[in-house]
């Protein structure tokens, strides 16, 4: 008895003492396999994950993919449907408040992360675990480094500034290019020859005759 009670009594202080390290990061493919942006986000299943394979590994990579994004053939398709301006408008709306939306969702999956490794920090620190404790911080950097880097995108994007500019640029060029390839297969019209009228004193004349 005396022999169990010691191996439970190490299994219990194995179990107590062993570090937390984050989870590894879930994987996608390529973001630009051409999906809606809809369905990069987590909101259609609670265990999709959010990030995407395309730089780092890290959530970032979902706004690098959407940013890096061409719309230009979604511009030109949405021209041959509706070549009005306010039309044209509505949809780089659209597209704009979705890629905040993936903005926000990403800042928070960074909180999340940051308040996580903090926590297991204090919990290492306190349990003398610093070779631990010394990961999980080059990880909260990395961490912090990603928030700081979002925050300049997110605010040239806003701004319509730099590389973050691409989307709405593209769009609207695929627009662009849809309205000229209308008014280029739209036939002229010739200009109507106006009638001439004989004078007045022309008919009298020739009445008189």
């Known amino acids: 008895m005396a022999l169990f009670n010691f191996f439970k009594n190490k299994k219990v202080t194995n179990v107590a003492h062993s570090p937390q390290v984050p989870e590894s990061i879930p994987v996608v493919d390529n973001p630009n396999q051409d999906a809606d942006l809809e369905s990069a986000t987590p909101s259609q299943s609670t265990s999709a994950p959010l990030t995407v394979s395309y730089a780092t590994g890290w959530p970032i990579d979902l706004i690098y993919g959407y940013l890096h994004k061409n719309y230009e053939e ?8 509706n070549s009005n301006l306010t039309f044209r408008d509505m949809n780089m709306s659209i597209i704009r408040n979705k890629i905040l939306m993936i903005f926000r969702e990403v800042n928070l999956k960074y909180n999340a992360m940051k308040r996580d490794l903090d926590t297991r920090i ?12 010394a990961e999980l911080e080059k990880q909260l950097s990395v961490i912090v480094s990603h928030t700081n880097e979002l925050a300049r995108l997110e ?3 806003r701004n319509n500034a730099n590389e973050a500019s691409i989307p709405l640029m593209s769009y609207e060029c695929g627009f662009l290019r849809g309205v000229s390839a209308i008014a280029m297969s739209t036939p002229a019209k010739a200009p109507a020859v106006p009638e001439v009228s004989m004078p007045s004193f022309f008919s009298a004349n020739r009445e008189t005759a």
Request: charged share 20%.
């Open 155 to 157: 605010e040239d994007f």
């Open 74 to 81: 979604k511009g030109y398709s949405d021209a041959m449907l």
């Open 122 to 133: 204090e919990t290492c620190n306190a349990a003398g675990l610093l070779t631990t404790v």
